[in-house]
C-alpha cells in the first residue's frame, strides 16, 4: 500500500514549486516598487528584499515545523493553539500604553512592537489558529451525533458561532474590518462544509445578504439612519470613494484612482521591469498587483492570477483525498482564507471590491502576513504529507 511510502514520495513537491514561483514573483514585484524613491529613511531609499527574503525563509522553517506535526496532534492542541491565538489578541488591549509594547497603524491598534525584533500582527496568525479551532469543534461534533437531524445541525451552527464571535469580536474592536471579513469568508465556507442543512443556512445567508443590501442603500440614500447608529463619516466616505472615486480624488478616492491609472497604462503587455512611472501609494505591500499591472500588463496580470488558480485548484484536489475529517476541515477553511484574500485584494485595485487594506497572499511585502499564510500552508504539506498514515485509523481518539 501507498501507506509505506518514503517521506520524499509523501513530500507535496508541486506544492512547493508553486511556493517558489510566488517566492520570485514577490521579490520581482518588491524590487520594482521601491524604484520609485517613496520609501525613505533620513533620505535614504529603503530596501525591502533582504527583508522579505529572511522572513520567506522564516516561513519556510515554519512550513518545516508544521509539517513534521501529525493531524492528530494538532487536533489534541487545537484548543491550546486557538485560546493562546485569543490570548494575544487580548494582550494588545490589557497592556499598558507606558510599555509601548502595542503600537497603532492607519487608526488600528492591532500590532506588537517587540524591541530588536519589530512589529507582530497576532490576527495574521489567528486566522489559522481560528480554522484550527473550527475543524475540532466541527469533527468532535459529528463524532457525537452519528444521526444528523435539523436540531443536531441547529446545535452544530451554535458552535461555530460560539468559536466565531470571540476572536472576531476582539479583531473588530481594534477595528480591522479587512481581517474580520477574512474570518467571516473562513467561517461561512466551513458552514457550508460540514454540511449543515440549507434549510438552516439558506435562510441565514438571504438574510444578511438583504442586511447588506439594506446598509448599502442606507449609505447612499439615508445617512443620518447610520449616524444615528454609530457610523463614523469617515467610513460613509469610503464607501463614497468606492462607487465614485473621482469625487473624492484628494481624499479617500486618491489610492483607487492612482492603482486603476498604474493598471490601465501597463496595457497588454506592461512597461517591463522597474519602468514604473505612475505614483502608487502602498505599491509593495497591499496595491502590489497595481505594480504587476504596471510592469506586466494584463499578460503578467493573468499569470499571477493564474498561478493563485493552480494554488487554489491543488489544495482542493488534496482536501478532495483526504480520509480523516479533522484534516478534510482544516484544508477548506485554508482555502476559504487565501481565496478570499485574493479576490479581495484584486478587487480592490480593479475597483470591483472596497478598499480594506488586505496584502496579497505570498507577493505582499510584509512579515507578518506572510508567516501567518506559510503557516497555513504548512498545515496544508502536513496534511499531504501524514493523510495516508490515518486512512484506516478511527478518530475515536480525543
Given amino acids: 500500500m501507498n501507506i509505506d511510502k518514503k517521506p520524499v514520495d509523501r513530500f507535496?513537491?508541486?506544492?512547493?514549486?508553486?511556493?517558489?514561483?510566488?517566492?520570485?514573483?514577490?521579490?520581482?514585484?518588491?524590487?520594482?516598487?521601491?524604484?520609485?524613491?517613496?520609501?525613505?529613511?533620513?533620505?535614504?531609499?529603503?530596501?525591502?528584499?533582504?527583508?522579505?527574503?529572511?522572513?520567506?525563509?522564516?516561513?519556510?522553517?515554519?512550513?518545516?515545523?508544521?509539517?513534521?506535526?501529525?493531524?492528530?496532534?494538532?487536533?489534541k492542541a487545537a484548543w491550546i493553539i486557538y485560546g493562546g491565538g485569543v490570548f494575544m489578541l487580548a494582550m494588545l488591549y490589557i497592556l499598558p500604553d507606558s510599555l509601548e509594547l502595542v503600537s497603532r497603524r492607519n487608526g488600528a491598534k492591532s500590532w506588537f512592537h517587540i524591541p530588536g525584533v519589530g512589529s507582530i500582527q497576532p490576527a495574521e496568525f489567528m486566522k489559522t489558529f481560528f480554522i484550527i479551532g473550527l475543524a475540532r469543534t466541527i469533527t468532535k461534533h459529528h463524532e457525537?451525533?452519528?444521526?444528523?437531524?435539523?436540531?443536531?445541525?441547529?446545535?452544530?451552527?451554535?458552535?461555530?458561532?460560539?468559536?466565531?464571535?470571540?476572536?472576531?469580536?476582539?479583531?473588530?474592536?481594534?477595528?480591522?474590518?479587512?481581517?474580520?471579513?477574512?474570518?467571516?469568508?473562513?467561517?461561512?465556507?466551513?458552514?457550508?462544509?460540514?454540511?449543515?442543512?440549507?434549510?438552516?443556512?439558506?435562510?441565514?445567508?438571504?438574510?444578511?445578504?438583504?442586511?447588506?443590501?439594506?446598509?448599502?442603500?442606507?449609505?447612499?440614500?439615508?445617512?443620518?439612519?447610520?449616524?444615528?447608529?454609530?457610523?463614523?463619516?469617515?467610513?460613509?466616505?469610503?464607501?463614497?470613494?468606492?462607487?465614485?472615486?473621482?469625487?473624492?480624488?484628494?481624499?479617500?478616492?486618491?489610492?483607487?484612482?492612482?492603482?486603476?491609472?498604474?493598471?490601465?497604462?501597463?496595457?497588454?503587455?506592461?512597461?517591463?521591469f522597474q519602468g514604473r512611472e505612475v505614483y502608487v501609494a502602498e505599491s509593495h505591500t497591499d496595491f502590489i498587483f497595481s505594480t504587476i499591472g504596471e510592469d506586466w500588463g494584463f499578460v503578467g496580470a493573468s499569470l499571477v492570477i493564474c498561478l493563485y488558480f493552480f494554488l487554489i485548484y491543488h489544495m482542493t484536489k488534496i482536501t478532495l483525498e483526504l480520509k480523516d475529517q479533522f484534516s478534510t476541515y482544516i484544508c477548506a477553511g485554508i482555502i476559504a482564507m487565501i481565496t478570499f484574500h485574493v479576490f479581495e485584494n484584486i478587487g480592490m485595485t480593479i475597483q470591483l471590491l472596497p478598499i480594506t487594506g488586505i496584502p496579497l497572499p505570498f507577493i505582499s511585502y510584509g512579515g507578518s502576513s506572510l508567516m501567518g499564510n506559510m503557516l497555513a500552508i504548512g498545515l496544508v504539506f502536513s496534511m499531504k504529507f501524514h493523510h495516508r498514515t490515518y486512512m484506516f485509523s478511527s478518530d475515536d481518539e480525543d
Avoid: C
Avoid at 50 to 58: E, F, G, L, N
Avoid at 172 to 181: A, E, I, K, N
Avoid at 232 to 237: D, M, N, T, V
Fill in 12 to 75: 507535496d513537491w508541486p506544492l512547493a514549486f508553486i511556493m517558489l514561483l510566488f517566492f520570485v514573483i514577490s521579490l520581482i514585484a518588491i524590487a520594482s516598487a521601491q524604484t520609485t524613491g517613496q520609501y525613505k529613511i533620513n533620505s535614504i531609499p529603503i530596501n525591502f528584499i533582504p527583508s522579505q527574503i529572511q522572513w520567506y525563509v522564516i516561513g519556510s522553517i515554519i512550513i518545516a515545523i508544521t509539517m513534521y506535526l501529525e493531524p492528530e496532534q494538532y487536533k
Fill in 144 to 272: 457525537r451525533y452519528l444521526e444528523k437531524t435539523l436540531q443536531t445541525d441547529f446545535l452544530l451552527l451554535g458552535k461555530i458561532i460560539a468559536v466565531f464571535i470571540v476572536p472576531f469580536a476582539l479583531i473588530m474592536l481594534q477595528p480591522d474590518l479587512g481581517t474580520g471579513l477574512v474570518f467571516i469568508a473562513i467561517t461561512t465556507a466551513l458552514v457550508i462544509v460540514a454540511g449543515i442543512t440549507w434549510r438552516i443556512i439558506l435562510p441565514i445567508f438571504l438574510g444578511t445578504a438583504t442586511l447588506g443590501a439594506t446598509l448599502l442603500w442606507m449609505a447612499l440614500y439615508a445617512q443620518e439612519i447610520l449616524v444615528k447608529f454609530g457610523a463614523k463619516p469617515y467610513q460613509l466616505e469610503r464607501i463614497y470613494s468606492w462607487l465614485d472615486p473621482y469625487s473624492y480624488a484628494s481624499n479617500e478616492g486618491r489610492h483607487l484612482i492612482t492603482s486603476l491609472n498604474a493598471i490601465g497604462s501597463g496595457e497588454i503587455f506592461g512597461k517591463g
